[in-house]
């Protein structure tokens, strides 16, 4: 809106063209409108939600004296901080804003409808896992088909990877299929790491940052042919969405510090860990975002492997999944999950960053 206000309306200041400015100016209105609006939605969520989220019966002891009460569904204030700062400072002609806000808000209303399930059951369950995962792949595969369309011919269906230069495998027809695969694998991922206070979106906002530095260079035909990585013209406007999204979760991470006062729930947990997928495959980084999200992967990971395990021994390998679990059972305090989590992310975050020139 002001990016066009200022340059569309008979104004001429070329600061708003930059894109490294814009997106500043999208964390800073994130930040505030998600930090602002917090106490009033807390309020808000709390009156609608008298008992607060239902607890897992068979999650850790501690939770159910820690958690009991606090509301969910706060990922409504990221969702609202990261669209004032796109509407404000993105530039809305532009596809590629407006493809993965879409994604990332019909995940978000499949989150809003499992987060109803469950608190008007009374129930830690919410959506079955059939319906929550057929919505999810309806939405991802109608992205995945409309990306086709705004990708360059020579890119639309190819996968690229790492340390190769101008490597790419053209997948035809299974293009639809693993970009779909790998936005719900990413929704899924981050909603499976967000069991404890602040855990899932410290990773998420290290990841996003990654992904703001690789759309924009992407994005940047300059600096894309010199790192000899694939362009794709249009995309670094990505960088303002991945600005708007830092901004919006640190206001969400001061109410979600522990001990939380509201919890994201699947409302934000769907809705970001999607928009963070759909980054991956529109910048044609897939098999980097697995590696800067590692820590999503594992957690994934260490639930497939244990209900494999127990499905063909009736034993476990972890003392509970997600991982995250594990080590609570092990006597770690949240606090210290929740940071070494996140010294992790920041790990793997600069490794991401060093594929761009290790090639």
């Known amino acids: ?43 808000w969520l709390k009156s609608l939600q008298a008992q607060g989220q239902p607890i897992r019966l068979d999650g850790p002891e501690g939770h159910l004296k820690t958690k009991q009460g606090t509301p969910t569904m706060g990922g409504g204030l990221i969702l609202m901080g990261l669209l004032a700062g796109i509407s404000l400072w993105a530039n809305l002609a532009n596809p590629y804003v407006w493809w993965i806000l879409g994604v ?17 059951q009374r129930s830690s369950s919410g959506l079955s896992a059939k319906a929550k995962f057929l919505s999810q792949m309806g939405v991802s595969l109608s992205a995945s088909l409309i990306l086709m369309h705004l990708l360059p011919e020579a890119l639309n269906d190819t996968l690229t990877f ?24 990413t929704s899924n991922a981050v909603n499976l ?7 899932a979106i410290g990773p998420l906002m290290i990841a996003a940052a990654v992904f703001c530095v690789i759309a924009y260079v992407v994005g940047h035909s300059g600096f ?11 995309v670094g406007e990505l960088s303002v969405v991945c600005g708007a999204l830092i901004g919006s979760s640190l206001g969400f991470l001061w109410y979600n510090a522990p001990p939380a006062m509201v919890f994201m729930g699947d409302t934000g947990s769907l809705a970001i860990g999607g928009l963070l997928g759909a980054l991956g495959v529109a910048t044609k980084h897939e098999l980097v975002l697995a590696f800067v999200g590692g820590v999503f992967v594992v957690e994934a ?16 390998i972890f003392l509970m999944a997600p991982i995250h679990h594990h080590f609570e059972k092990k006597g770690w305090s949240e606090p210290t999950i929740v940071f070494r989590f996140w010294i992790v992310a920041i790990i793997l975050g600069v490794l991401g960053l060093a594929t761009l ?3």
């Open 162 to 185: 790492p340390f190769f230069k101008m490597a790419v495998w053209h997948m035809g027809i299974l293009f639809p299929c693993f970009a779909s695969l790998v936005i719900v694998g």
């Open 193 to 199: 790491t967000d069991g404890l206070d602040g855990l």
């Open 357 to 359: 020139k290790l090639r």
């Open 301 to 316: 990971l260490s639930v497939m492997i244990q209900v494999l395990y127990f499905k063909r021994t009736r034993k476990r």
């Open 1 to 43: 809106m002001i990016y066009s206000f200022f340059l569309t309306q008979g104004f001429s200041l070329p600061l708003f063209r930059y894109v490294t400015f814009r997106t500043m100016a999208a964390f800073l209105t994130a930040f505030l409108v998600s930090f602002l609006l917090g106490p009033r939605m807390i309020r």
């Open 104 to 120: 990332t808000f019909g995940m978000g209303v499949i989150g809003a409808l499992d987060d109803y399930v469950k608190l008007t």
């Open 224 to 234: 894309a042919n010199y790192l000899q990585l694939p362009s794709v013209p249009g």
